[in-house]
Nanobody, 123 residues
Framework: QVQLVESGGGLVQPGGSLLLSCATS????????MGWFRQPIGKERELVAAIGLSNSITYYTDSVKGRFTISRNTAKKTVYLQMNRLKSEDTATYYC????????????????WGQGTQVTVSS
């Protein structure tokens, strides 16, 4: 069983930044594709960003391109989501997800999920 623990959410003003972290202790971290999803209240969950087994393969949804950056640190078994120039529409619960399959992450069918961290962008 792979446990994922998110941290770094909070309240931030529009235009501000937050760094989300997702940590795991699994020894299989280097073989997992990692993703960040978000779900605003009353809306469907969407894939925000994903990263393959190395930092060379990344995916971003159009609305966050140029503002968010996903990265991973294999030694720390942690994946990050740096969020800059935040907007009110970024407000959501953000979830970390992991799967041996990039496709599974992309379609939202990851085997492993974190508990979520709330991000609120408001003045």
């Amino acid at each position: 069983q792979v446990q994922l623990v998110e941290s770094g959410g909070g309240l931030v003003q529009p235009g501000g930044s937050l760094l989300l972290s997702c940590a795991t202790s699994t020894p299989t971290f280097s073989s997992l594709t990692m993703g960040w999803f978000r779900q605003p209240i009353g809306k469907e969950r969407e894939l925000v960003a994903a990263i393959g087994l190395s930092n060379s393969i990344t995916y971003y949804t159009d609305s966050v391109k140029g503002r968010f950056t996903i990265s991973r640190n294999t030694a720390k078994k942690t994946v990050y989501l740096q969020m800059n120039r935040l907007k009110s529409e970024d407000t959501a619960t953000y979830y970390c997800a992991a799967s041996p399959s990039l496709y599974s992450v992309q379609i939202g069918q990851s085997e492993y999920w974190g508990q979520g961290t709330q991000v609120t962008v408001s003045s």
